[in-house]
């Protein structure tokens, strides 16, 4: 099985090449895919290729919150939120968090206990924070609202800052009538 290296065997192909010169490492194959995550120099993976990575060695070999902790040196709480990033978030909110639209840590703090109750609200609220560029900081103002979060729907948006509200008001013109505020 090939780990690293895909892209090396399919040029030797397109050379005619029909041998490579490779390191072969006796080790599991959840060993190989979390040591090749470790050992790359390469750009940092994306919160997503992380959950992936997460979810395919959970779902795959069996590994418990606790193994995973373990061996990517993170706690359990991170990676039950990677978790939660590819198991509750709509595919069109995945989307957003892949394409830089929408960062991961917003999606992680105020997208996915809304996920939770409800993914229509989800997506809109995704919809929201997407055309507004929002910082963390702007997600947590409007996620807060006046009274708490969301939940309730008390007009959440109308004590933000004006700057912050002018930048996101038709955004949040969809969400308060999808909502009756």
């Known amino acids: 099985m090939v780990i690293d290296g895909h892209k090396r065997i399919v040029a030797l192909q397109q050379l005619g090449r ?5 390191v072969v490492w006796p080790m599991a194959e959840a060993e190989a ?10 750009k940092r993976e994306s919160a997503l290729e992380e959950a992936w990575l997460l979810a395919d060695l959970q779902q795959r070999f069996g590994h418990s919150l606790e193994e995973l ?16 990033l590819v198991e509750l978030l709509p595919q069109s909110v995945q989307q957003q968090v892949r394409s830089g639209e929408i960062s991961a ?8 206990p809304v996920a939770r109750s409800s993914l229509q609200e989800c997506r809109q609220m995704a919809a929201a924070f997407a055309r507004g560029k ?7 103002q409007l996620y807060a609202g006046p009274v708490g979060p969301l939940t309730g ?16 008001e ?6 308060e ?3 009756g505020c």
């Open 18 to 22: 029909d041998t490579v010169a490779a």
């Open 33 to 42: 895919l979390v040591l090749n995550r470790s050992s790359r120099c390469s």
């Open 69 to 84: 902790a373990s061996k990517f040196d993170r706690s359990v709480s991170w990676v039950s939120c990677r978790l939660a």
């Open 105 to 112: 840590q917003v999606a992680t703090k105020y997208l996915l």
């Open 134 to 140: 929002f910082s963390t900081r702007q997600a947590g």
């Open 153 to 168: 729907c008390s007009k959440p948006f109308q004590f933000v800052h004006r700057s912050t509200r002018a930048k996101v």
């Open 170 to 175: 038709s955004g949040v013109q969809n969400f």
């Open 177 to 179: 009538v999808a909502h």
